[in-house]
């Protein structure tokens, strides 16, 4: 919700990461999110450029509609004025989309677990993953935002059991 048009490069396919915005106890601030105080780019994935450059024309319009009750705030997904959007509505609509799909409802914030997740069960380094999700240290990463996935479970025993036999017929 704090990401800002400035920040998004859609030619580089990057997007650089300073902020994030939150209300906490009726107040909507911005802050570095949890404790970093670093400009974090990040690889902007493929799928994600013409979602953006369509939200860039959907605001144009909005813009246009709203006239002079536009407010310019700079940030990408706005209300039909251009204010922020609360974080209540974006958890609202992330619910009703995932109802829709026929997938399970989960906190927004699930998106990360299940991020660290997938790219570690890919076989991505953890350092790597733990660069992604910003974090600054790997023991964050690896205890907090992944799941042993039960499929990589049975292939490290089968590895470790292929590995035994080998031994065994050795000796």
Not at 22 to 43: N, S
Not at 143 to 154: A, G, I, K, P, S
Request: glycine share 8%; charged share 30%; net charge positive.
């Amino acid at each position: 919700m704090g990401l800002r048009w400035e920040s998004v490069d859609p030619e580089k396919r990057e997007v650089r990461v300073w902020g994030q915005r939150q209300r906490v106890r009726g107040e909507a601030y911005e802050d570095a999110p949890q404790g970093r105080r670093r400009l974090q780019t990040l690889p902007l994935p493929g799928i994600c450029v013409a979602p953006l450059r369509w939200q860039r024309m959907r605001q144009a319009a909005m813009k246009e509609d709203a006239r002079e009750k536009w407010e310019e705030t700079g940030y990408v997904f706005t209300t039909r004025t251009g204010r922020p959007v609360e974080p209540r509505n974006v958890h609202r609509s992330f619910t009703r989309v995932a109802k829709d799909a026929g997938i399970r409802v989960v906190r927004l914030h699930d998106a990360r677990h299940g991020t660290a997740t997938l790219l570690t069960s890919a076989g991505f380094p953890p350092r790597v993953v733990m660069e992604i999700l910003g974090h600054s240290q790997i023991a964050v990463t690896m205890n907090v935002y992944t799941l042993v996935v039960q499929d990589t479970q049975r292939e490290a025993v089968g590895h470790t059991d292929r590995l035994v036999r080998g031994r065994r017929g050795r000796s």
